[in-house]
């Protein structure tokens, strides 16, 4: 299910499941029972905005799409659905491709990312300003080593505290 991506900017949307080696340890049934909703729902969350799957595996995933606000509202619908046990930590990342993904952003976007967050890339928030889902909104973050702003997905039925994303080693900047 892997496409090759088509030349331009691509927003690209990395997701992983939040305490994933704590959750396969200490509930195994419910973690193994709950994978194929998982799999499925992202699936279907992706295609429904208009995404393509780049890379799977079984607590995380990778999706391109031709516009960042179709990326963020696909972290909005997954973030809204119910996937329990799990949480996701949502990282969203707008790049300029050529022929093949970069995706250092999104993924450190989503390494610091908490569970049930999605944090967006100046370059990304950009992009889907005048276009955000209903009742959502970006808020920056504060976080005195980065280099580059950074925002949150905020909207009513989400359950994340604004203002708080956890501070990175120097050097590890967002481009």
Sequence with gaps: MTEKLSTG???????????AEELWQTELDQTIAAIPWLRASMAHLI??????LQRDAS??????????SDAVMCALDLQLAPLEPFALCIGVHAVEHTDSA????????RDIARGGQTLISAAAAALVSARMP??????????????????????????????????????????
């Excluded at 900017?9 to 305490?19: E, I």
């Excluded at 295609?47 to 393509?52: E, I, P, S, V, Y």
């Excluded at 607590?59 to 960042?68: E, H, N, P």
Aim: no cysteine; aromatic share 6%; proline share 6%.
């Design 9 to 19: 900017t691509k927003t690209l949307l990395m997701a992983r499941v939040d305490r």
């Design 47 to 52: 295609a429904l905005n208009d995404g393509t």
């Design 59 to 68: 607590d995380s995933f990778v999706a391109a799409f031709d516009r960042a």
């Design 102 to 109: 970069d995706s250092d952003g999104a993924a450190r976007l």
């Design 134 to 175: 209903a009742h959502a909104a970006l808020t920056p973050l504060r976080d005195r080593v980065r280099h580059e702003p950074v925002y949150q997905l905020n909207h009513p039925g989400l359950r994340t505290e604004a203002d708080e994303v956890p501070h990175l080693p120097y050097g590890r900047v967002v481009r």
